[in-house]
């Protein structure tokens, strides 16, 4: 059997929730049932997604779904084929019958009650056949298909129909089937048995449903529905009333009647004394009569209580008729004023239904649109609403409350910060959507993340040639459409409900807003994403993506924290470092947020990163410091805070970068990069130093600073020509007396530079220490080193040990004796280095 599609599952999946099952109907249902549940509603149970509880109930209720579904695929029951479901048109023709007869036994019974002790034969038959007719009731609810209340899917199964029906009133309708009369008469008429006929009041729940479902049928007047409906209760609390008055009257023997209401009753010339022996419908009208006077309050005085009893009732009873009164008051003005629940929907679906059939919608599309509405009206589905009116801060506690459990047990946010759960969780909105139908659907873009309260759907890809794969399968605490919305690409595969589903729904451009501000919980995201599909190919094929992705999150992070470091926003860069971004990673030039606020000279901001531990000594890929970016842009304060915590200036070629200052004559940069550490004597490619621009051109100001900072005359360039030479060709006689005298001092401290260094070559002597004893045998001999001669004996030891890689204590001379001090070694003498326990009878 060929895989149906997605959309064809929808349009089964509505039929089996509009209309009756195809297995389970007769072959007599006509497309009637089909007509009439367009303009109804059916109840669904408001406790779903409302209490914490309701989760224990799901998983009870999908537990028997599934036994139900396995049993009919491995054959089911023999009586699974009896089942109907109950919009079959027979089942429909047959609650329409018992409701005539649950009309006659309401009203009848309270009129058997007080009129009757005992039915005559002809009424004793007809409440018989009424008995059989609620017996055989009783037989076909045990096979009415009934729709579950949390999954809103209609359940076949005889055991949990049986089940359900058991739980709630078979108890009572077994009960009221009795035959009382005939049980009464035969146990000698004791009259507590009596008052179990009025178990058989629970029969006016079927009266009340029928008005309600006249009341959602939007074919009749509504105002007329309610006002017949509000006189039916007001008649029957009254009939009720005067079947109890005449009840009380007749509980006292005949010789008591002057003691009773109806006794003591003279209406004109009518006596009613002996009223026993009146007509049934004398008696019947005289007690309506007193009911209606007493509930209206009237008090005409013609008939009023006699005995204690019938005084204890009439103010129980006139207790009721203010309830009542103020019941049917308030009803009428809702009538008036139109602020119904339920006259809302009535106005909604006669707008929905005019509109779909002005632009003549398909099935489809109206299907979902009138099954919406149904579970907009019946369920919790509208809560946001009433919320409207609450400050916002009371509503985001309220969806922390309600929703922070499932969101933080969402794979997709495991370890994020409580901050990024806040944010996501007081922007949530509660869907419901129905079994079979498609949220997201494959190839389509996607603006909603949704996550799975309760429920079940699955995710179905559909192939080129039209065949289904279940890729997926989402149960509660699992999350959906997240990979379209990271990546931006079409819905990978369809998202259809299997069970009635309460989701949270969060906007695209919201999440998206959320990702920016708490950026690193955006990469925890998308580790999360990796590491939870690891088995999934279609994730795995995005492995690259989602790699491409962190890497480039990280760059735009390190250009916001570099732009709030050029821009000199302290504050910014702050809240963006305690969110967790890094200030030491760099920009695509290799660029620190040091070195942009060294160069903007924000000493506060460069003064935080140095705390932070950003690298000082950081090169970018241009080999510019921090410091040389200050020192560029003069940032004098900058620069000597950078130079106090050690940072080093570095120049890329800083020859050209020195003759270049020289040539445009930018002597604060001269003397700042001198003064932080530039060479002096730097050359550029043309082997010239900055001493050389500066001869060239005539600077004598830099071509000072330069001298006092160390630069040299006698520096050749390529073409063998010197500052002193450049001097002389510029023609600057100042130029060449201040060369003349940097000559003569630089010549006066070169010849006692290299005079200290003969002093000190001809003052320090230098020896050969060899590790071995001078008796030694000679296939023990090794190579010595040779070495300048320490201050004292024990630096002479520790350079030997260092040097010959050997331990030793004692220096002896080549006459075995030991030295004791520095001073009787002689120059280029030979040394030996030896342990202490090494003697020549060692060897």
Avoid at 448 to 461: K, R, S, W
Avoid at 677 to 704: M, V, W
Wanted: hydrophobic share 40%; net charge neutral.
């Amino acid at each position: 059997m060929a895989p149906e599609t997605a959309r064809a599952r929808w349009r089964q999946a509505v039929a089996a929730l509009m209309a009756p099952n195809p297995e389970a109907e007769d072959d007599g249902s006509s497309g009637a049932a089909n007509g009439a549940i367009e303009y109804r509603v059916e109840d669904v149970d408001e406790r779903i997604g409302s209490s914490r509880g309701s989760r224990l109930r799901l998983f009870g209720s999908e537990l028997r779904l599934g036994l139900a579904r396995r049993r009919r695929a491995t054959g089911g029951n023999t009586l699974d084929r009896f089942i109907v479901h109950p919009e079959n048109r027979w089942y429909r023709i047959w609650m329409q019958f018992i409701l005539l007869w649950a009309m006659y036994s309401s009203f009848f019974t309270p009129l058997e009650f007080g009129f009757f002790r005992g039915l005559p034969k002809n009424l004793f038959f007809l409440d018989v056949a009424a008995q059989i007719a609620f017996v055989i009731d009783i037989v076909v609810h045990f096979f009415v298909a009934y729709r579950d209340p949390l999954t809103y899917r209609m359940v076949y199964s005889p055991t949990s129909i049986a089940f359900r029906y058991v739980k709630s009133s078979f108890v009572v309708d077994f009960l009221a089937c009795f035959p009382w009369d005939y049980i009464y008469k035969v146990c000698g008429r004791k009259e507590e048995l009596r008052y179990l006929l009025w178990i058989r009041l629970a029969r006016v729940r079927k009266v009340t449903d029928f008005f309600q479902s006249m009341e959602k049928d939007i074919r009749i007047n509504y105002l007329f529905t309610r006002i017949v409906k509000l006189i039916v209760v007001e008649l029957y609390c009254t009939h009720t009333a005067a079947c109890i008055f005449y009840y009380l009257a007749t509980t006292l023997p005949d010789s008591m009647e002057s003691y009773t209401w109806i006794g003591t009753l003279k209406m004109g010339d009518y006596n009613y004394s002996h009223f026993r022996e009146i007509d049934l419908w004398r008696r019947y009208i005289t007690s309506l009569y007193f009911a209606i006077v007493t509930m209206a309050t009237v008090g005409y005085g013609d008939i009023h209580a006699v005995n204690p009893r019938e005084m204890v009732f009439v103010m129980i009873y006139v207790s009721f008729d203010m309830i009542l009164g103020a019941y049917l008051i308030g009803n009428m003005t809702a009538l008036i004023v139109k602020g119904s629940k339920t006259e809302r929907f009535r106005d909604k679906m006669k707008d929905l239904i005019k509109y779909m059939n002005r632009n003549k919608l398909g099935k489809e599309i109206r299907d979902q649109i009138k099954v919406h509405v149904r579970l907009q009206y019946e369920s919790s589905y509208t809560e946001a609403s009433v919320l409207q009116d609450i400050p916002v801060s009371i509503r985001a506690k309220i969806s922390q409350t309600l929703y922070r459990s499932y969101i933080e047990n969402v794979p997709l946010f495991k370890g994020c910060s409580t901050e990024f759960i806040n944010q996501i969780v007081i922007r949530l909105h509660e869907e419901f959507f129905l079994p079979g139908e498609v949220i997201l659907e494959q190839g389509n873009a996607v603006d909603q993340l949704y996550f799975v309260c309760h429920g079940a759907l699955e995710g179905i890809a559909v192939g080129e040639d039209g065949t289904e794969e279940t890729v997926v399968q989402l149960e509660p605490n699992s999350s959906f459409g997240e990979i379209s919305i990271l990546f931006n690409i079409p819905q990978p595969y369809t998202i259809c409900v299997s069970e009635l589903c309460r989701l949270l729904r969060l906007d695209k451009q919201l999440f998206s807003n959320i990702m920016e501000i708490y950026f690193v919980d955006g990469r925890t995201i998308l580790s999360n994403l990796l590491e939870a599909n690891e088995s999934n190919i279609r994730i795995k094929q995005l492995e690259s993506d989602i790699t491409f992705l962190i890497g480039k999150q990280e760059a735009e992070l390190a250009l916001r924290v570099n732009s709030a470091a050029y821009y000199g926003d302290l504050r910014h860069l702050q809240g963006l470092i305690r969110a967790g971004a890094d200030p030491k990673k760099t920009d695509y030039d290799g660029r620190s947020p040091l070195h942009l606020a060294a160069s903007g000279g924000y000493e506060d901001i460069t003064l935080f990163l140095i705390q932070e531990g950003v690298d000082i000594n950081l090169q970018d890929k241009f080999g510019n410091t921090p410091l040389s970016e200050a020192i560029k842009q003069g940032n004098e304060r900058v620069a000597f805070l950078l130079y106090s915590e050690g940072a080093k200036l570095s120049l890329k070629d800083s020859g050209s970068q020195m003759c270049t200052a020289v040539a445009r004559g930018d002597s604060d940069f001269i003397r700042r990069a001198l003064t932080y550490g530039a060479e002096p004597n730097s050359k550029d490619y043309d082997q010239r130093t900055p001493l050389h621009i500066a001869a060239a051109n005539g600077l004598y100001p830099i071509a000072k600073m330069l001298l006092d900072a160390g630069a040299s005359v006698f520096a050749v360039d390529r073409w063998g020509n010197t500052p002193i030479d450049e001097a002389v060709k510029s023609g600057s006689k100042s130029m060449m007396t201040l060369f003349e005298d940097a000559k003569g001092e630089q010549l006066s401290s070169l010849s006692e530079r290299a005079q200290e260094i003969l002093d000190k070559k001809q003052l320090q002597k230098k020896c050969t220490v060899f590790p071995f004893h001078p008796w030694g045998p000679k296939e023990k001999r090794k190579e010595g080193v040779t070495m300048w001669i320490p201050q004292n004996m024990e630096e002479l030891i520790k350079s030997a040990e260092e040097l010959l890689n050997c331990s030793g204590s004692r220096i002896l001379s080549e006459d075995g004796g030991r030295i004791l001090d520095v001073g009787m070694i002689c120059d280029n003498q030979k040394l030996y280095f030896v342990a202490d326990q090494t003697s020549m009878n060692d060897d």
